[in-house]
């Protein structure tokens, strides 16, 4: 049985030949050029390289992009970078139900900075800006729900009060096209190993618009972000361009898996994935709608295209078992709390057959109830 992946939104799988980009990294450029690979294999600019490749898919003309950190460590570094360029505002703005880590990490920078924390819903965020706010950090998609922010009107209305707008992308790049720079987003972060495949923990990225480069002042300085780090100076000098965003030595053969998974967006027209994307979601929410609401799914993300990402969740009471039986069958979404099946459609590589099959599938084992049995309610450590 064909093995439907819907879960490209949380781990995309392997996009060409991995093992033997791995197995040339390994012989031509570790073995082979072992300490001179960090200048004549480009290690040492590996984080810049990599950024400029992710640079169009995100709406990004050259020097704002860079990759080598987690997201949960850009988001640290770049709300901090908030805070200071807009001294004197003492509030963090965003929205509840955010995924974790940026509610998180939020809230350690506002208790450093002594800032308080404004959540609101989503729909209010924009509005919820006051003078008061120095930052305002939300998810372009929602993890759970799916929905989608609209980044140009949000951003304005965040500039119209004079904060500072921080967007994590992690749940939008490589599914959509994104215009960062015609939206005059002030930072960003994403992950890569979702939409973009990188693998397992691949690094993720960090944008800082072109005016903010000069002055903005990260929170972790660190040799790799030093103007000339083999001067070795005792004293950081912060390099001139979106190099000073980096801290440490960066994670060279996870950069070189990443790097590879990006030659499958090589000359990607994004405005036509997108297309792709909303017409797979916008198919299976038709076919919820008509084929498994009667089995007690409700359609949790917005039903206007424009408003939502690449993913859809149904709820049902049984989520969870329902999610490990469809697992059993080969169709691969996840559970996500408190009652979601989460179905991504990585527009890369799915079409509108893989979905139908999958809705199959999924009818097939209400029908039969398969999902009751013992083995499919026992929790494991990753849902
Ligand atoms: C919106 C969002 N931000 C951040 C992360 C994860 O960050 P990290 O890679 O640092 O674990 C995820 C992971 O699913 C996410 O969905």
Redesign the pocket.
């Known amino acids: 049985m064909k093995r439907i992946y819907l879960d490209g939104n ?1 781990l995309g799988p392997p996009q060409g030949d991995v093992l033997g980009r791995i197995a040339r990294f390994v012989a031509d450029e570790w073995d082979g050029q072992l300490i001179g690979a960090w200048n004549s294999r480009g290690w040492w600019d590996a984080p810049i390289t990599v950024g400029e490749r992710i640079a169009p898919l995100i709406g990004a003309a050259a020097g704002q992009t860079v990759v080598g950190e ?6 640290y570094k770049l709300l901090s970078a908030a805070m200071h360029l807009r001294p004197g505002r003492l509030e963090i703005v965003t929205e509840t139900g955010q ?1 974790p ?2 509610r998180h990490v939020i809230d350690s920078v506002a208790r450093q900075f002594g800032a308080s924390v404004r959540a609101v819903p989503s729909a209010e965020a924009a509005s919820a800006v006051s003078e008061q706010a120095a930052v305002v950090s939300l ?1 372009h998609v929602d ?1 759970r729900s799916g929905r989608r922010h609209d980044m140009r009107a949000v951003t304005a209305a965040v500039h119209e009060a004079g904060a500072v707008m921080l967007w ?1 992308l ?2 939008s790049t490589g599914a959509m096209d994104l215009h960062l720079d015609e939206c005059n987003v002030d930072l960003a ?1 994403g ?1 890569t ?2 939409y973009l495949n990188g693998g397992p ?1 691949s690094p ?1 990225f960090a944008y800082v618009a072109d005016r903010h480069v000069e002055a903005i002042e990260q929170p972790i300085s660190g040799w790799v972000g030093h103007a000339d780090p083999f001067s070795m100076d005792e004293y950081h000098r912060p390099a001139p361009s979106i190099r000073k965003m980096l801290s440490g030595t960066p994670p060279v053969v996870a950069l070189a898996v990443l790097d590879h998974a990006l030659d499958a967006f090589d000359g990607a027209d994004m405005a036509a994935l997108r297309s792709h994307s909303t017409a797979l979601t916008g198919r299976f929410i038709e076919l919820a709608d008509a084929r498994l609401r009667r089995h007690g799914f409700i359609v949790a993300t917005p039903r206007a295209a424009a408003e939502r990402g690449s993913h859809v969740s149904l709820a049902h009471d049984e989520a969870y078992a329902i999610v490990q039986a469809a697992i059993s069958v080969g169709v691969v979404g996840d559970f996500r709390e408190p009652n979601l099946c989460r179905f991504g459609f990585a527009p890369l590589y799915l079409t509108i057959a893989d979905l139908e099959a999958a809705v199959d599938r999924l009818e097939q084992l209400m029908v039969d109830g398969t999902y009751k049995r013992h083995e499919f309610q026992v929790r494991a450590a990753v849902t």
């Open positions: 949380s987690s997201t949960t460590i850009w988001l995924f880590t940026d998810c993890y994590d992690s749940h972060v992950c190993y979702k923990g993720a």
